[in-house]
């Protein structure tokens, strides 16, 4: 099974320009997250989506968009890079089904991303 | 605010050495609470986890029990391994009715083994 599949895996942007980050799951899980990874600081919750259709803020939204395509693809936009951004972006999904024990979260490789 | 707070690494030991690496959390409700694992250049992995208060969650050596009297998970192992240098998160989990659930993590701990 493939889990939790980001692209790209590396990227370099210039301030300013745009791009999006694309995270698959195929696992039919209802929840999907992004969270960003910089040193000391763990990991910090960007967006996270508990259904299709659905999308709430983290800890750290601003600068980012985000969109539930569907069951099995969450979108982390970026419309103008800031060296700021510069981080190691994960994507992670997990079942959480109402009335269930709270489900792990399968994570992604993660996408480096570099703005300069 | 909901929040995860760990011990300052890096945490270096000799092999077979005890670990524990210490894990507290603020929470409004009931959460899950999960240790997570990174290796170098990868994504994270579940360790273990535990659901509710007095529960022990266990795997490959890893132990931790959920105290809600001291509102900890802390992690343990009884003898590491060079293997098992990676960087370590503990996270909590809140459901919300209707809405799924948030994971938090806390800043990791990263642990060096030396042989």
């Known amino acids: 099974n493939a889990g939790v599949t980001q692209t790209p895996k590396f990227q370099v942007l210039k301030t300013g320009q745009s791009m999006t980050l694309q995270c698959a799951q195929d696992?039919?899980?209802?929840?999907m997250y992004w969270y960003r990874q910089d040193p000391g600081m763990g990991l910090r919750l960007i967006y996270y989506?508990?259904?299709?259709?659905?999308?709430d803020k983290g800890e750290v939204p601003n600068g980012y968009n985000v969109s539930r395509l569907n069951k099995r693809e969450f979108s982390l936009r970026l419309e103008s890079a800031a060296p700021s951004q510069t981080s190691v972006y994960f994507c992670?999904?997990?079942?959480?089904?109402?009335?269930?024990?709270?489900?792990?979260?399968?994570f992604g490789q993660g996408t480096r991303l570099t703005v300069v | 605010g909901n929040s995860v707070t760990q011990m300052e690494g890096p945490v270096t030991l000799s092999e077979e050495a005890f670990l524990t690496i210490n894990c507290t959390y603020t929470?409004?409700?009931?959460?899950?609470l999960f240790w997570y694992v990174q290796y170098p250049g990868e994504g994270l992995q579940l360790l273990l986890k535990?659901?509710?208060?007095?529960d022990k969650g266990s795997n490959k050596g890893f132990e931790a029990t959920y105290r809600k009297e001291t509102t900890s998970f802390h992690l343990e192992k009884g003898s590491v391994q060079v293997s098992d240098s990676a960087v370590y998160f503990c996270?909590?989990?809140?459901?919300?009715?209707?809405?799924?659930?948030?994971?938090?993590f806390g800043q990791g701990t990263e642990l060096s083994v030396k042989p």
């Open positions: 989506s508990a259904s299709e259709g659905t999308t």
């Open positions: 929470a409004t409700g009931y959460p899950s």
């Open positions: 535990a659901t509710k208060a007095d």
């Open positions: 996270a909590l989990k809140l459901m919300i009715y209707n809405q799924g659930g948030k994971l938090i």
């Open positions: 696992m039919n899980h209802n929840s």
């Open positions: 992670a999904s997990s079942e959480d089904l109402i009335l269930r024990e709270n489900t792990e979260a399968f």
